[in-house]
């Protein structure tokens, strides 16, 4: 069970669910809440496979590279990990924004109550990259409009999305294919579309960023 809705911080996807199921890449990083924790989820290179048993989760899911600023930790150091917001913040602070959600009639809401509240003004540089490469342009082709150096492009990028430029290309990429294969678009041709050699690079692609097959990946979702 997932249902998101948009929120009002701008880019922003405010989520609730069970916890169950796989979570794919997606350039974006989440403040989490479960059952009395607040926990932060960094930004995946591969899926993640969530364990245990379903419990009641919501979350706050920030546009590609707004979250650390929120956070005040480059995102890079929280690649592929999920960690207490207790090891990033003051202990005294996570109490006390725990005990404000515990009291609120609606977790998902108060989560993003707390994110209007810190979320830094949006990097026009990083939105610029983020939706150049959305959109399938080039990474070299995209610093250049951007005014920026290669060295200084993966170094701002490692540190708003975890990872380098062109592994955030490739993972947006792959969220468009996913789109159109889902829309019914034979694979053939979404590969085409979203930019991949061909159909086998597509495959590839999914299998190693997603972890199972394209078309159990579908079946699934």
């Not at 364990?51 to 929120?70: D, E, I, K, N, Q």
Request: positive net charge.
């Amino acid at each position: 069970m997932y249902t998101e809705r948009a929120s009002r911080l701008a880019g922003a996807v405010i989520w609730t669910g069970d916890g169950a199921g796989r979570v794919l890449p997606d350039g974006c990083m989440d403040l989490l809440w479960n059952e009395g924790r607040l926990l932060v989820a960094g930004p995946d290179t591969r899926a993640y496979v969530a364990g245990g048993a379903p419990s009641t989760w919501a979350g706050v899911r920030f546009y590609p590279g707004a979250a650390p600023a929120f956070l005040g930790v480059p995102a890079h150091e929280l690649r592929d990990r999920r960690v207490e917001l207790a090891d990033l913040w003051p202990a005294s602070e996570v109490r006390r924004l725990r005990s404000r959600i515990e009291k609120a009639p609606d977790p998902a809401t108060a989560l993003e109550g707390i994110a209007l509240e810190r979320a830094a003004a949006p990097d026009p540089v990083l939105h610029g990259l983020v939706t150049a490469l959305d959109a399938g342009r080039p990474v070299a082709a995209t610093a250049d409009e951007l005014g920026l150096g290669a060295r200084q492009l993966h170094r701002r990028s490692l540190a708003a999305f975890g990872y380098g430029p062109k592994t955030l290309a490739r993972i947006l990429r792959l969220r468009r294919a996913l789109v159109l294969a889902g829309a019914g678009v034979p694979f053939a041709e979404t590969a085409v579309r979203c930019g991949f050699a061909d159909q086998a690079h597509l495959a590839r692609d999914v299998k190693e960023l997603a972890g199972v097959p394209l078309g159990r990946l579908l079946a699934v979702g």
